[in-house]
């Protein structure tokens, strides 16, 4: 596992300490941008990898790297096409990742999804550039462009972690039996049904007997806060970290922003349910679908 710049096991990494392993030339390391568009946002990611990255980074496209047969967006890829997805780009079972966002707006959006995504296939050695490119410029590193130098293939052997991935019938089960807490990471105005979400044939609304826990409120500036900050998060939102729950959101991006917080703070085994509102939304029985507003 990653020991950040204070020495500690811990899944963000800074600038410096990337730039520092960068120049020692470590044989064993793979930094992916990892970035995909917010909801809304006009952005071909490849393209803006190939005018501005981290030099030595490759691009991991989380739209291809995805289950196919679902209408779901970003659903975890099969172990077959995940192994596929990261071969291409070099990665085996030893690697040392480090994944990043080329957000300018937030800092921080996708790269908890694909830290999440490799601990869900047994990767451990996985760890997340705080406050992504916006803060690698930031603090003043290089920056490549054009294309990337070729990536020789290599092995690569999933291990499917179940623990960390809910289905839509834990959820609804859970709804009745109360084994653990859901927490959303959508905004309050979609959990509560008075804003829109950003798939015009979704509605808002929530899970009946979920929280919501918004994403943004974990980050500072586009960096991560620090993990007394976060702990104050749970307490506002009235959630015991060290209970038993699980992270949900919109399409799944953002609920892992929940799973590496509680991650952060000591709870790692918490697991996101994948298909999020937009499965529930198109699932599951009107009775279980909570503030949706009539007049949407």
């Known amino acids: 596992m990653f020991a950040s710049h204070n020495h ?18 470590h044989p064993n390391v793979v930094l992916l941008d990892v970035s995909i568009p917010m909801p809304g946002e006009e952005r071909d990611c490849h393209q803006e990898f190939i005018d501005s990255r981290i030099p030595g980074a490759r691009f991991l496209n989380l739209k291809q790297c995805l289950d196919k047969d679902t209408k779901n967006a970003y659903m975890l890829p099969t172990a077959e096409i995940f192994k596929q997805c990261v071969e291409s780009l070099g990665v085996t079972n030893s690697s040392k990742v480090v994944v990043y966002d080329a957000n300018q707006k937030k800092g921080m959006f996708s790269s908890p999804r694909a830290w999440w995504m490799f601990r869900v296939f047994g990767h451990e050695d996985i760890a997340i550039l705080d406050g992504g490119l916006r803060n690698w410029m930031k603090q003043g590193y290089e920056i490549n462009s ?23 019938s834990d959820i609804e089960t859970n709804i009745n039996q109360k084994s653990f807490e859901l927490v959303d990471a959508r905004s309050m105005g979609r959990f509560t049904g008075k804003a829109p979400e950003p798939r015009p044939d979704i509605k808002p609304g929530h899970i009946p007997n979920s929280h919501c826990m918004f994403w943004v409120e974990f980050l500072i500036d586009g960096m991560y806060k620090s993990a007394e900050e976060l702990a104050e998060v749970y307490k506002q939102s009235d ?7 699980s992270a949900t959101c919109g399409s799944g991006i953002t609920a892992c922003f929940v799973v590496l917080s509680s991650y952060i703070l000591g709870n790692r085994t918490v697991p996101v349910y994948d298909g999020a509102w937009m499965d529930w939304y198109q699932n599951a029985p009107n009775e279980l679908k909570i503030d949706i507003p009539i007049d949407q």
């Open 239 to 245: 959630i015991d970290v060290n209970t038993e729950h």
């Open 146 to 168: 054009g294309e990337s130098t070729t990536v020789t293939k290599s092995q690569y052997s999933p291990v499917y972690q179940s623990a960390l991935v809910r289905t839509r």
């Open 8 to 25: 500690t096991k811990h899944p963000l990494v800074s600038a410096k300490w990337l730039h520092d392993l960068m120049m020692s030339k």
